[in-house]
C-alpha cells in the first residue's frame, strides 16, 4: 500500500483511477441498495424470471463451447501461420465488437431469417433460429466471439514455435504437440477468454432481440417491466441479475486465476 503512494505521479494515478472505479461501482452498489429485500425475493420466486436467467446463462454457455471448438484452431493458425489474407481475418474477426448489435442482428436476420437459404435448410432439421434458442445462440456467438478468439491467440503467441519443434522432433504428431505443448502453455489466456466470452453473452441485447425476442433473455425481460410497468417493477429484476453476474463472474476469474505463477512482490 506504501508503495501506492511513494511519489506524487503515483498518488495522482492514485486519484484518477479510484474516480473510475467509483463510476463503475457505484452504480452497482445503489442499485443493489436501492432494492427493497421483499421485492428482491417475490422476484427470485418468479417462475418467469428464473427460467429466463437460466436461459441466459444456458445460451451463454452453448454459444462459448461453439467458439471454443472453432475460435481455438482459428486463433492458433492466427497466432502460428503467416498466410495471405491474414490481415483481413483479423478485421473481420474484430468487426462484431465495433458494429452496432442492432445492426449485427439484422446482419444475423438476413442469413438465417425463415425465408433465407440456410434458415430454410436448417428448418429441415428442426432448427429454427427466429424467436428460438438457437437465434440467441448464434446472437451471442457473434458478438462475442472476438474475446475468446484475440485472448487464445495472444495466448499461443506467447508460447515458444522452438518447445513445438522439440515435441515434432522427438516423434510426437503435429496433434500431439499441439494437445500437450501449446495448449497446456496457453490454457489460461484460453480460459480467461471463454469467461470474457460468456460474460458478454450475459449482457447481449441488441442482436438478441431483433433475431429472438422470444424467449426472454435476462436483458430484454429486464427491458420489458421496465417499460410496462417502470422503475420499481424493472429495479429488482435489475438488482438480480447484477447480484448473479457479479458472483459468477468473480468466482470464474478466481477460478482461471488458481494455479498462475506467482511474480515477484512489487514496490
Not at 483511477?17 to 421485492?39: E, Q
Not at 417475490?42 to 461453439?66: M, W
Not at 505443448?181 to 460468456?198: C, E, Q, T
Request: proline content about 6%; hydrophobic content about 55%.
Amino acid at each position: 500500500m506504501r508503495g501506492l503512494f511513494s511519489d506524487s505521479m503515483r498518488a495522482s494515478f492514485v486519484v484518477l483511477g479510484s474516480l473510475l472505479v467509483l463510476f463503475i461501482g457505484w452504480p452497482l452498489l445503489r442499485t443493489v441498495m436501492a432494492s427493497n429485500p421483499a421485492a428482491l425475493w417475490e422476484t427470485i420466486l418468479d417462475e418467469q424470471v428464473r427460467s429466463s436467467v437460466l436461459l441466459t446463462f444456458g445460451a451463454s454457455l452453448a454459444a462459448t463451447a461453439i467458439a471454443f471448438v472453432t475460435g481455438v484452431p482459428l486463433a492458433y493458425l492466427l497466432a502460428r501461420v503467416d498466410f495471405p489474407g491474414k490481415g483481413l481475418i483479423e478485421g473481420i474477426i474484430d468487426v462484431p465488437i465495433v458494429v452496432p448489435h442492432s445492426a449485427a442482428g439484422i446482419a444475423l436476420l438476413l442469413v438465417f431469417g425463415r425465408r433465407t437459404l440456410l434458415g430454410q435448410a436448417f428448418d429441415l432439421l428442426g432448427i429454427r433460429f427466429v424467436s428460438a434458442v438457437p437465434g440467441i445462440v448464434i446472437a451471442m456467438l457473434f458478438v462475442s466471439v472476438p474475446f475468446l478468439i484475440n485472448a487464445a491467440r495472444e495466448g499461443f503467441e506467447a508460447v515458444e514455435p522452438r518447445l513445438e519443434r522439440v515435441a515434432r522432433t522427438l516423434g510426437a504428431s503435429p496433434w500431439r504437440a499441439f494437445w500437450h505443448v501449446s495448449f497446456p502453455l496457453a490454457r489460461r489466456s484460453i480460459l480467461s477468454g471463454m469467461i470474457l466470452m460468456w460474460a458478454r453473452g450475459l449482457s447481449e441485447f441488441g442482436a438478441v432481440v431483433i433475431l429472438a425476442y422470444h424467449p426472454m433473455v435476462a436483458p430484454i425481460l429486464l427491458y420489458e417491466r421496465f417499460e410496462s410497468f417502470g422503475l420499481d417493477y424493472g429495479l429488482p429484476v435489475a438488482t438480480l441479475i447484477i447480484l448473479i453476474c457479479l458472483v459468477s463472474f468473480a468466482a470464474l476469474r478466481v477460478i482461471a486465476g488458481e494455479g498462475r505463477p506467482r511474480g515477484r512482490k512489487r514496490t
